[in-house]
């Protein structure tokens, strides 16, 4: 047996102490984010006296400098203690801003305020307090799937937890233009987390800039899943994470290969926020500037609504909705918003398939034209894409033609034969799940409104769960008896329900 000599001795002792630090260090930048939000969530909230308004200045230099201290001594440490280049690399970016935020603020106070007053503001410091809040939240939250709770239990604690704070956030004064009561504010949140639509208050009216920014972070949060976010976010800046953790999430994101959980959720964070960017900007384009007060006026009411068209949630900062005298006559912006319903409806698992297909299939074409060696993996769209994409189609055009020919002399009166086919098409995609109308609601005859009922029960695709959804189960309950699953033979301790035959192929 190999004796330790002094100088093995001194390196372990010098290793438990940077792991201690390093613990102490966490824990440290933990509860000051967890300060830091609230103390904006205060500062947002509620109108100040001008002493209260120094010490909040005051609180957010020494929390800027503290939080410095402690992310240097993680960044002396993160190199040897934690795995993951691209969690090195995000806490490298997130110190080089805290670091752009500190000489703005201390260093070139003076001058920015006469030549870039907007630099020094209070947002840049908002900014980087979240940032930091949802990292370290986020890293906490895998520790949850220790816990022994079901993952559908959790999923559906996570959306009841951010109910509770969404309503916390809206009863804020300064959400509001004249208060709001309690069930009210309960409601509104629970309506924008689950992306249902409802409202029992006039969200344009009621409801501040501060309260509509709310909205949208509650249904962009709720669209995205708590957990599916969170997830993402601690996976990615813990740098490595354990085969537990991979296991609870698999459920949340609809995938069955572990090693590719990660990347999935990137794929699920980068398509929406790319979607909704690409989605806000031809909003931005097809916009009258004369209805708006200025370009950032504009720029809000593009984003708002491309983020509540992709997550299916049908909320409006505008009285009427998309009937408001403004925006009934204007086609494009109604087409745009029709798109993004439409891929926001079909779920992801979809939008994976069909880029994996384009991909492969340019791949092998790349590969034929400039005579390359090797194959390339084929991949087919598999039978959930093919029976969704094939049903959204017949439900697009079957709900374009009732509506077309049921309220040819009604709400389509007045409008010019391009603005009956775009209004008759926008009632077929809004009424399966997002709620946005470009009519009198009240107005439509008695067959539209039962064909209404039907779209709403067939409703969306699957997202990211693994349950067979009404729009699967709708052709699925006109099939012949061979096609659905042996009554008592159904269900299998592995997956949980047996395949079901269906055009050639096997639904999940």
Same mark, same amino acid.
């Given at each position: 047996? *190999?004796?330790?000599?002094?100088?093995?001795?001194?390196?372990?002792?010098?290793?438990?102490?940077?792991?201690?630090?390093?613990?102490?260090?966490?824990?440290?930048?933990?509860?000051?984010?967890?300060?830091?939000?609230?103390?904006?969530?205060?500062?947002?909230?509620?109108? !100040?006296?001008?002493?209260?308004?120094?010490?909040?200045?005051?609180?957010?230099?020494?929390?800027?400098?503290?939080?410095?201290?402690?992310?240097?001594?993680?960044?002396?440490?993160?190199?040897?203690?934690?795995?993951?280049? $691209?969690?090195?690399?995000?806490?490298?970016?997130?110190?080089?801003?805290?670091?752009?935020?500190?000489?703005?603020?201390?260093?070139?106070?003076?001058?920015?305020?006469?030549?870039?007053?907007?630099?020094?503001?209070?947002?840049?410091?908002?900014?980087?307090?979240?940032?930091?809040?949802?990292?370290?939240?986020?890293?906490?939250?895998?520790?949850?799937?220790?816990?022994?709770?079901?993952?559908?239990?959790?999923?559906?604690?996570?959306?009841?937890?951010?109910?509770?704070?969404?309503?916390?956030?809206?009863?804020?004064?300064?959400?509001?233009?004249?208060?709001?009561?309690?069930?009210?504010?309960?409601?509104?949140?629970?309506?924008?987390?689950?992306?249902?639509?409802?409202?029992?208050?006039?969200?344009?009216? !009621?409801?501040?800039?501060?309260?509509?920014?709310?909205?949208?972070?509650?249904?962009?949060?709720?669209?995205?899943? #708590?957990?599916?976010?969170?997830?993402?976010?601690?996976?990615?800046?813990?740098?490595?994470?354990?085969?537990?953790?991979?296991?609870?999430?698999?459920?949340?994101?609809?995938?069955?290969?572990?090693?590719?959980?990660?990347?999935?959720?990137? *794929?699920?964070?980068?398509?929406?926020?790319?979607?909704?960017?690409?989605? $806000?900007?031809?909003?931005?384009?097809?916009?009258?500037?004369?209805?708006?007060?200025?370009?950032?006026?504009?720029?809000?009411?593009?984003?708002? !609504?491309?983020?509540? $068209?992709?997550?299916?949630?049908?909320?409006?900062?505008?009285?009427?909705?998309?009937?408001?005298?403004?925006?009934?006559?204007?086609?494009?912006?109604?087409?745009?918003?029709?798109?993004?319903?439409?891929?926001?409806?079909?779920?992801?698992?979809?939008?994976?398939?069909?880029?994996?297909?384009?991909?492969?299939?340019?791949?092998?074409?790349?590969?034929?034209?400039? !005579?390359?060696?090797?194959?390339?993996?084929?991949?087919?769209?598999?039978?959930?894409?093919?029976?969704?994409?094939?049903?959204?189609?017949?439900?697009?055009?079957?709900?374009?033609?009732?509506?077309?020919?049921?309220?040819?002399?009604? #709400?389509?009166?007045?409008?010019?034969?391009?603005?009956?086919?775009?209004?008759?098409?926008?009632?077929?995609?809004?009424?399966?799940?997002?709620?946005?109308?470009?009519?009198?609601?009240? $107005?439509?005859?008695?067959?539209?409104?039962?064909?209404?009922?039907?779209?709403?029960?067939?409703?969306?695709?699957?997202?990211?769960?693994?349950?067979?959804?009404?729009?699967?189960?709708?052709?699925?309950?006109?099939?012949?008896?061979?096609?659905?699953?042996?009554?008592?033979?159904?269900?299998?301790?592995?997956?949980? *329900?047996?395949?079901?035959?269906?055009?050639?192929?096997?639904?999940?």
């Amino acid at each position: 047996m *190999k004796l330790k000599t002094g100088s093995d001795r001194f390196g372990e002792r010098l290793t438990y102490l940077k792991r201690t630090v390093f613990k102490y260090v966490n824990s440290t930048l933990l509860w000051l984010s967890i300060l830091n939000f609230t103390v904006i969530i205060f500062d947002f909230g509620f109108d !100040h006296s001008q002493p209260v308004k120094n010490a909040l200045e005051f609180f957010y230099s020494a929390s800027l400098v503290t939080g410095f201290i402690c992310l240097s001594l993680r960044l002396l440490l993160l190199p040897r203690l934690s795995e993951g280049r $691209a969690a090195r690399f995000a806490e490298y970016a997130v110190f080089g801003f805290q670091i752009v935020v500190i000489i703005s603020r201390f260093v070139l106070r003076g001058w920015l305020a006469d030549n870039a007053p907007y630099v020094r503001s209070l947002f840049f410091i908002y900014l980087l307090f979240i940032i930091v809040f949802f990292i370290e939240l986020s890293k906490v939250s895998l520790s949850f799937y220790r816990i022994k709770f079901s993952p559908a239990l959790l999923y559906v604690g996570s959306f009841l937890v951010l109910m509770a704070f969404g309503t916390g956030l809206l009863l804020l004064p300064k959400a509001t233009v004249n208060g709001i009561s309690y069930i009210d504010a309960f409601f509104t949140a629970t309506s924008a987390v689950c992306v249902t639509g409802l409202i029992v208050v006039d969200t344009a009216t !009621h409801f501040t800039t501060t309260g509509k920014l709310i909205i949208l972070l509650l249904i962009q949060i709720g669209g995205l899943g #708590v957990m599916t976010l969170t997830s993402f976010l601690g996976f990615f800046f813990q740098g490595a994470y354990s085969y537990q953790n991979q296991i609870f999430i698999k459920d949340f994101i609809n995938e069955d290969k572990i090693g590719q959980i990660f990347r999935t959720l990137f *794929k699920i964070i980068f398509i929406t926020l790319g979607i909704e960017a690409v989605g $806000a900007l031809f909003i931005y384009l097809t916009l009258d500037p004369r209805v708006f007060a200025d370009s950032i006026d504009r720029v809000q009411f593009a984003v708002f !609504h491309s983020v509540s $068209a992709f997550c299916n949630a049908g909320f409006s900062t505008l009285t009427d909705g998309l009937y408001d005298p403004l925006f009934r006559e204007n086609y494009s912006f109604q087409l745009v918003i029709a798109l993004l319903i439409i891929l926001g409806g079909i779920g992801f698992p979809v939008i994976f398939n069909y880029y994996q297909y384009y991909k492969s299939y340019l791949g092998r074409k790349r590969r034929k034209i400039l !005579h390359l060696k090797g194959d390339t993996d084929v991949v087919a769209l598999n039978v959930n894409t093919r029976l969704i994409l094939i049903t959204t189609f017949v439900l697009l055009v079957l709900g374009t033609a009732l509506f077309y020919i049921s309220e040819q002399g009604n #709400v389509l009166a007045d409008r010019s034969l391009y603005g009956q086919f775009v209004t008759s098409f926008f009632g077929s995609v809004s009424p399966r799940t997002a709620g946005f109308n470009t009519f009198d609601m009240t $107005a439509l005859s008695t067959p539209t409104i039962l064909f209404y009922l039907l779209f709403m029960w067939i409703g969306a695709s699957p997202g990211s769960t693994e349950a067979v959804s009404r729009r699967q189960l709708s052709p699925l309950a006109f099939s012949t008896p061979s096609a659905l699953p042996d009554q008592r033979t159904g269900w299998n301790f592995s997956g949980g *329900k047996s395949p079901v035959n269906r055009s050639g192929g096997l639904l999940p």
